[in-house]
């Protein structure tokens, strides 16, 4: 395990990361609405000032500061105290001021993160950065100049995104997906008629990781990762099969 990893505090999750999170290093945390992203992100923060003393930012571009007041509340974590205490800056903008907010000497975020001796920030979601541009090319650069602007900063970060797809897979935006440090996906699973939640690493730059598909539930502690997905195939299909069944429907072939 590498010493200087940038651990989540998430149980199960730094384990399949081989400790964590590389420093300063951009991470895409990416699911359909519900699966967790944004707990994921507030728990990455909250254990950074909690039990490995890096202060922490959390850029919002659709939820007021006091949803994450009341969200982190059913875990917890007191997100008010920390901001009294100088921890934590919970702040609301835009895709377009937080994009020349950062390319600009002495922004908003950069003077907070300076003043702060910020190390985390989580930005909720990087989705909306679609609104600025309909170009895929404008957009990945756009993504890539803000990415390395946090990364100046010395900035360890969670970028959600939202997947439109609730069950299944589908074809993921690979230019979004190629500039990032590591993508984690979040997906729902039809298990014998019960949902569950699935947790794969798809990519983690510079290191090793698992490759499996864990199981994992948002508990009142937070997200908890659980076992691996065991004699199952098509988990990220949305309706695995056992693979017992699968091999007699071949051997009847």
């Known amino acids: 395990m590498n010493d200087e990893r940038v651990k989540t505090g998430i149980k199960g999750l730094d384990e399949m990361l081989q400790g964590g999170f590389l420093p300063q290093t951009a991470n895409l945390v990416e699911g359909p609405p519900g699966t967790g992203k944004s707990t994921f992100g507030m728990q990455f923060i909250y254990n950074g000032i909690r039990y490995y003393n890096e202060p922490g930012l959390i850029v919002t571009f659709e939820e007021f500061p006091q949803q994450y007041y009341r969200d982190a509340e059913s875990f917890g974590?007191?997100?008010?105290?920390?901001?009294?205490?100088?921890?934590?800056?919970?702040?609301?903008?835009?895709?377009?001021?937080?994009r020349?907010?950062?390319?600009?000497?002495?922004?908003?975020?950069?003077?907070?993160?300076?003043?702060?001796?910020?190390?985390r920030v989580l930005i909720d979601s990087i989705s909306h950065f679609d609104q600025l541009t309909s170009d895929p090319i404008e957009l990945r650069s756009t993504v890539f100049s803000f990415i390395n602007a946090l990364k100046r900063e010395g900035l360890t970060s969670i970028l959600t995104r939202e997947s439109p797809v609730l069950l299944g897979s589908e074809e993921e935006d690979s230019s979004i997906a190629f500039i990032v440090d590591s993508y984690i996906l979040l997906r729902y699973v039809e298990i014998e008629s019960a949902i569950r939640k699935a947790l794969l690493v798809l990519k983690l730059r510079g290191s090793d990781h698992a490759k499996d598909i864990r199981q994992f539930e948002?508990?009142?502690q937070g997200i908890e990762i659980q076992s691996r997905f065991e004699g199952q195939e098509g988990i990220l299909s949305g309706s695995p099969r056992k693979m017992a069944d699968l091999f007699v429907e071949a051997f009847r072939r």
Do not use: H, Y
């Not at 205490?85 to 903008?93: A, P, Q, S, Y």
């Not at 907010?101 to 908003?108: A, F, K, P």
């Open 218 to 220: 948002i508990t009142d």
């Open 77 to 98: 974590w007191d997100f008010r105290q920390l901001e009294r205490e100088g921890k934590l800056r919970v702040i609301m903008t835009s895709p377009e001021v937080s």
């Open 100 to 119: 020349s907010d950062l390319e600009s000497v002495g922004g908003t975020l950069e003077t907070l993160a300076r003043e702060m001796g910020a190390r």
